[in-house]
T-cell receptor, first 113, second 113 residues
């Protein structure tokens, strides 16, 4: 299985600011996914990030708000820009490994005040 | 895109009883059917999965059954224990193309001691 480290694990942010979340994997993976989980809700895919190409965003998510970098096969970042209280969520990085299995990082718990 | 419905949204059972959670999906191209367990404050963890060429898979007290014709699959937990209390998500996926998981709305399982 893949070991995924996310930073920060938790943060309290001022509205209007931006925060970058880092995701580091212990092995090379082709596909990385970023999910958002709002309080008490299910997981919603933000975007798919493949190394060497632009991230593919899901409906309702735009690059200006959630820019993503994928500089190599073990690392990705997600930035939450110009945050508002509605952005308070858990942001989860996930990767595909062991064939088809998708593993998740511990999540980054953001509270916007 | 894939529409996923999960029922029930909450389920309360007595310790030792069985629990069944059902997931219905819309995309006939889906061919990978995992179930994730998320404990409070933790990341989702894969507990069992099945592929479309298999009708049933069992792992100790947990089983998954698939009806591809009817486009639904179910999670079965037997001899439930208090540590089974968590939120369970189904997340069907197509192995080609998009490859991202589409999560159901979740089922909160409470096992009463």
């Amino acid at each position: 299985s893949a070991v995924i480290s996310q930073k920060p694990s938790r943060d309290i942010c001022q509205r209007g600011t931006s925060l970058t979340i880092q995701c580091q994997v212990d092995s090379q993976v082709t596909m990385m996914f970023w999910y958002r989980q709002q309080p008490g809700q299910s997981l919603t895919l933000i975007a798919t990030a493949n190394q060497g190409s632009e991230a593919t965003y899901e409906s309702g998510f735009v690059i200006d708000k959630f820019p993503i970098s994928r500089p190599n096969l073990t690392f990705s970042t997600l930035t939450v820009s110009n945050m508002s209280p509605e952005d308070s969520s858990i942001y989860l990085c996930s990767v595909e490994s062991d064939g088809n299995t998708i593993y998740f990082g511990e999540g980054s718990w953001l509270t916007v005040v | 895109g894939e529409n996923v419905e999960q029922h029930p949204s909450t389920l309360s059972v007595q310790e030792g009883d069985s629990a069944v959670i059902k997931c219905t999906y819309s995309d006939s191209a889906s061919n990978y059917f995992p179930w994730y367990k998320q404990e409070l404050g933790k990341r989702p963890q894969l507990i069992i999965d099945i592929r479309s060429n298999v009708g049933e898979k069992k792992d100790q007290r947990i089983a998954v059954t698939l009806n591809k014709t009817a486009k639904h699959f179910s999670l079965h937990i037997t001899e439930t224990q208090p540590e089974d209390s968590a939120v369970y998500f189904c997340a069907p996926r197509e192995d080609t193309g998009r490859r991202a998981l589409t999560f159901g709305s979740g089922t909160r399982l409470q096992v009463q001691p």
